[in-house]
């Protein structure tokens, strides 16, 4: 069955540091979103991506953070200048198109740990 | 705005015994719906989605849910737990072509 994948599963970052997360979404999906949970707390939504844009974003995805799809599988979250407060797992999801019903396929998460 | 409410931070129950755990909503629009279950340590695996027709939907691991309009409401329901179903549950809303919005997850204990 297909899947998301994310790499790493865990990476610990020092204060400051330029943190690349990376995500391979299901094959033939067109939409991709970032989520995030900190640490006892609800997945909230970061931003979602389509035809090579951002089409939304949330307060929360603030100038540190961006996004690309360098090629045709990967979609990445770079956070430039890490921050002890962006510690949180952080989800890549996909689904396959608009004319589709809604459900995202989730990956299994990037623990992100900032000291 | 949307918004999901789970109102049960935490649920303990009894292996075997039946199980509900409420989600509550408010959307401008019809909103599609969703369950997802977090295992410790793990990414989020959808058990059911509710879209249109049938208000009784029914999902992976026995699972089911029931959409009310009127009461803005679709519980999680399950007539048996298991121990391996201790887990985070999280409802969640969206819209097509939206993002998700998640509510803040019920985590379910079961004694044995």
């Known amino acids: 069955e297909p899947e998301v994948t994310q790499t790493p599963s865990h990476q610990v970052t020092q204060m400051g540091q330029e943190v690349i997360l990376r995500c391979v979404p299901i094959s033939n999906h067109l939409y991709f979103y970032w989520y995030r949970q900190i640490l006892g707390q609800k997945v909230e939504f970061l931003v979602s991506f389509y035809n090579n844009e951002i089409s939304e974003k949330s307060e929360i995805f603030d100038d540190q953070f961006s996004v690309e799809r360098p090629d045709g599988s990967n979609f990445t979250l770079k956070i430039r200048s890490t921050k002890l407060e962006d510690s949180a797992m952080y989800f890549c999801?996909?689904?396959?198109?608009?004319?589709?019903?809604?459900?995202?396929?989730f990956g299994e998460g990037s623990r992100l740990t900032v000291l | 705005a949307q918004s999901v409410t789970q109102p049960d931070i935490h649920i303990t129950v009894s292996e075997g015994a039946s199980l509900e755990l409420r989600c509550n909503y408010s959307y401008g629009a019809t909103p599609y719906l969703f369950w997802y279950v977090q295992s410790p340590g793990q990414g989020l695996q959808l058990l059911l989605k509710y879209f249109s027709g049938d208000t009784l939907v029914q999902g992976i691991k026995g699972f089911e849910a029931e959409f009310k309009r009127s009461q803005s409401s679709f519980n999680l329901r399950k007539p048996s737990v298991h121990w391996s179903d201790a887990a985070e549950y999280f409802c969640a809303v969206g819209v097509v072509g939206s993002r998700l919005t998640f509510g803040e997850g019920t985590q379910l204990t079961v004694n044995p």
């Open positions: 999801a996909s689904r396959p198109g608009l004319a589709v019903t809604g459900e995202l396929f």
